[in-house]
């Protein structure tokens, strides 16, 4: 095969972006790996939206053909103990992290097998075991999620880092913002990686966002950014290394974003007329699958034919797990009520209580006398301490203020976390001089 002329950048709508192209490949396991993954998660994708069309799975399906490479590139520096948390159109960044396709595929079938046992389809994809934490359908209404995870594990003094990937569009929600200040404020183990396909929905990033460099957005918060070539899996994957770098050992919050594509609409039901055809073939020649299998065969890591063989190999398992989905029971109708409120004794704290809804919901009625006993409780309780205040006898309105609420959790971040106890003893001396910068 003819040798491919190095390039050391590459076109993107921002201008030219750095390409890994020039920059030596990881080991041949690891991109033989890079490639096997990108590839699953787009014959995954494929089935499922033919699996849609034929009516097997309800509600939205939104793919992610197109965008592997930023996918693949983020997990595969990830530590196992590292946090994910995603949007609606998750479906590979669950297989990414770990998660058995024939469980996401059940899911999107809303069986007894999916991820989270069928109640939340497509845009909910969840996997706890491995640290992928959803999967949300509010735009943007992962981010704060994401800080509340990094804050917990800076709190518990580990070395975690939470990676919280989202789309240009949600950089417009307020959650942006607010979350992007508390990250920065709180020195937070965090990386915010914007999934750039340059649409929200039929809208173009122009004509959604005032700023379209994205990577500087969040710097008047306190969190700086960078973009990279979401379409190359090895500048995606250095780039994000480097920034989980940042996150764990300088405590530093930063935004990569991506440059990618979605092939398809925005989801099944989208007729795509505020696209060309021609834009959509353009990315296509960049495809972060085949122009990665040809540097991998340019650069005689991988024999010729060796995106075939990966083919083969990913269309077995990607059947199996549509034949798996299929397979699988509804969940059972006694069920449909589970998991939708947490009770008392569950959690075990006063901030359980919602004392905003004393009447019991309409749905508890429906279940066991013993179940109604335990919603009855839970509604007296919250009446009593919405007007008596919390165990700890403090006033209804002072116990649920921010400021009571916040200072809780701040006293119980101080307890063995050095990170912390720095810089509450630097907010304790009161003189706005802190001796030490951090
Ligand atoms: C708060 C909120 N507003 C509006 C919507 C409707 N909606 C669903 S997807 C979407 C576009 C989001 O675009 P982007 O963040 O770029 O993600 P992409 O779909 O491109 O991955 C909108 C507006 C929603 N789900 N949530
Ligand atoms: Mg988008």
Known sequence: MAEQPETSTVQTPAGDLESSRGRSLPDADTCRELLRQMTLIRRFEEEAGRQYQRAKAGGFLHLAIGEEATIVGTTSVMEPEDYLIGTYRTHGHAIARGTDPK???????????????????????????????????IVGGNLPIAAGLALASDLKGTDEVTVCMF??????????GETMNLAAL?????????????????????????????????????????RVDGMDVIAIRECVADHLRMAREDRRPTLVEAFTYRYRGHSAADPEVYRDKHEVEEWRQKDPIESFAKRLVDEGVVADGFLEEVRAQVEEQVVEAAEFADASPDPPLDSLYDNLYVLPEESGGWYAVDERTPDPFRGEREREAAERDRVRDLHEAGAAYAEEGDDEGRPADEAQGGGASGSHSREQGRSGHPRHDQRDEDDDRGDGEPEDAI
């Open 103 to 137: 469980n996401v595929m059940a899911e999107i079938f809303g069986r007894e097998d999916g991820t989270a046992r069928g109640r939340g389809g497509s845009m909910h994809i969840f996997d706890g075991e491995r640290r992928f934490m959803g999967g949300y359908g």
């Open 167 to 176: 789309g240009d569009g949600a950089s417009n929600t307020g959650n942006f």
């Open 186 to 226: 709180w020195s937070l183990p965090i990386v915010f990686l914007v999934e750039n396909n340059l649409y929200g929905m039929g809208t173009a990033i122009e004509r959604h966002s005032a700023v379209t460099d994205l990577s500087h957005k969040a710097e008047g918060m306190g969190v700086p950014g960078e």
